[in-house]
């Protein structure tokens, strides 16, 4: 398998690329190509957007790769999203892209035109404390499709997202079809008080109210709130299904850390 990694969104630190090379190294069961736009620098981005959009749509094409790997999050993909599906290339069928974070606008809107996604760790992970691991269980699933890096508790169809990434594309040309799904939540340096107005935000939306079920991962790095909001993540989560109806499925082994699991992007009709 070739893999190559790209950063529509933010720089790969080099330390973080050089890292994910010894590991590939080491394993023997792929071939990986780290785009050099990877570590264009133009301010908040990893290069301006003409340069992260050509990197993106010259992967989707090239035939010599069968799956891209997004370098990191942190924001910027969604400048580049709807650009990136007008026309896309026929061989962007035929590879896997994975990532999450940031990357959740591109598998959104990937995933409605009928492209192969999943949410997983990326190779800026491998800078985290167990971040080796991270990266080894998303190369054994996009190379053998170990299923052992999944989520565990997945019902198919299935979909996860950062809970600010999705209710920013909801309303928007990228926002897929989420009838039956199984959907996966989880947030990072965010207010409590700010997770209970996305939480109103998402669950007001009558397309989010069609799931199966929400599922929350971890809220992690919470930040301070003076007062106390006076319920956590999960009283506010609960609260939110509670109120719109929405059955809650508990909780889920994503979040942003080491411990991220694997969640392909499944519907009812691919």
């Known amino acids: 398998m070739r893999i190559v990694v790209i950063a529509p969104s933010c720089t790969l630190k080099r330390e973080a690329a050089d890292r994910v090379r010894a590991i590939v190294s080491e394993r023997g069961d792929c071939e990986l190509v780290i785009h050099p736009q990877s570590f264009l620098s133009d301010g908040h981005f990893a290069g301006p957007d003409d340069a992260r959009l050509a990197a993106l749509r010259e992967v989707m094409g ?19 999203a709807e650009a990136a599906l007008a026309g896309p290339p026929e061989r962007a069928r035929a590879k ?102 996305t939480m109103f935000h998402l669950t007001s939306s009558p397309n989010v109210r ?25 009283a506010i989560v609960e609260d939110w299904c509670r109120r719109s109806g929405i059955p809650f499925g508990g909780r889920a082994d994503i979040g942003h850390d080491s411990r991220n699991r694997i969640v392909p992007f499944t519907s009812e009709n691919r």
């Open 62 to 80: 090239d035939p010599s790769f069968d799956a891209v790997w997004f370098a990191r999050g942190g924001y910027g993909s969604n400048r580049i």
């Open 96 to 197: 896997t892209y994975l990532g999450y974070s940031d990357a959740g606008f591109l598998h959104a809107g990937f995933h409605e035109a009928g492209l192969s996604v999943a949410w997983g760790p990326m190779p800026q992970d491998v800078l985290r404390e167990g971040g080796e691991a991270a990266v080894n269980r998303a190369l054994d699933w996009m190379v053998r499709r170990d299923p052992s890096a999944l989520e565990p508790s997945l019902r198919e169809p299935a979909m996860a997202f950062n809970l600010t990434v999705l209710s920013n594309l909801l309303g928007t040309s990228l926002e897929p079809d989420f009838t039956g799904v199984d959907l996966l939540i989880e947030e990072v340096s965010e207010h409590l008080y700010g997770t209970d107005r």
């Open 210 to 234: 069609r799931v199966a079920r929400l599922r929350l991962g971890r809220v992690s790095d919470i930040l301070p709130n003076d007062p106390d909001f006076g319920a956590d993540e999960l």
